[in-house]
T-cell receptor
Framework: DAGVIQSPRHEVTEMGQEVTLRCKPI?????LFWYRQTMMRGLELLIY????????DSGMPEDRFSAKMPNASFSTLKIQPSEPRDSAVYFC?????????FGPGTRLTVL | QKEVEQNSGPLSVPEGAIASLNCTYS??????FFWYRQYSGKSPELIMS????GDKEDGRFTAQLNKASQYVSLLIRDSQPSDSATYLC???????????FGSGTQLTVLP
């Protein structure tokens, strides 16, 4: 299996622009998670899905953030408008049950 | 509020020594425990999971769980320079799917 796939791997954008991060989970995994990692705050859960349905989005920082999972093999995390404080590494992880497997991450820089 | 605490580090050990990483958690209903290894600039990689009290061994790695003391540890025997990384402890509740991560312990194995 190819593992969790994320794109792009790096994104540099200007404040106010829309950013879309993409994730393809491991086939057969029913759970999908979006995390954000910064030096100051560590690894934070933003939202997770079970069978394509959002279960807990309490970690989404603001209305500027939204996430969708239109099917079992694809999810997006959108930031609109982006701000410099959104700069971080965003990870997607998928899970068949308890163990979570992370993708390579997207390093986002908002100027 | 659920908390996962790790010894702050950084931790340095000589090559060939045993590295001991510790983690405590606050939520007594926690049922599943994980250790992730994260190399600089990379994503967290699952290296050990443990669900019941006692020891679990996998190669040079041993995870130890004591639910009464709310304590989980990771021992790395015959440490190698390639083990140098940040180790993240993560805890999963019985009825939830969200992992709570510790802040990580940075390990350096000196050749």
């Amino acid at each position: 299996d190819a593992g969790v796939i994320q794109s792009p791997r790096h994104e540099v954008t200007e404040m106010g622009q829309e950013v879309t991060l993409r994730c393809k989970p491991i086939s057969g995994h029913d759970y999908l998670f979006w995390y954000r990692q910064t030096m100051m705050r560590g690894l934070e859960l933003l939202i997770y899905f079970n069978n394509n349905v959002p279960i807990d989005d309490s970690g989404m920082p603001e209305d500027r953030f939204s996430a969708k999972m239109p099917n079992a093999s694809f999810s997006t995390l959108k930031i609109q408008p982006s701000e410099p404080r959104d700069s971080a590494v965003y990870f997607c992880a998928s899970s068949p049950s308890r163990e979570q497997f992370f993708g390579p991450g997207t390093r986002l820089t908002v100027l | 509020q659920k908390e996962v605490e790790q010894n702050s580090g950084p931790l340095s050990v000589p090559e060939g020594a045993i590295a001991s990483l510790n983690c405590t958690y606050s939520d007594r209903v926690s049922q599943s425990f994980f250790w992730y290894r994260q190399y600089s600039g990379k994503s967290p990689e699952l290296i050990m999971s443990i669900y019941s009290n006692g020891d679990k061994e996998d190669g040079r790695f041993t995870a130890q769980l004591n639910k009464a003391s709310q304590y989980v540890s990771l021992l790395i025997r015959d440490s190698q320079p390639s083990d140098s990384a940040t180790y993240l402890c993560a805890v999963l509740e019985r009825t939830a799917r969200q992992l709570t991560f510790g802040s990580g312990t940075q390990l350096t194995v000196l050749p």
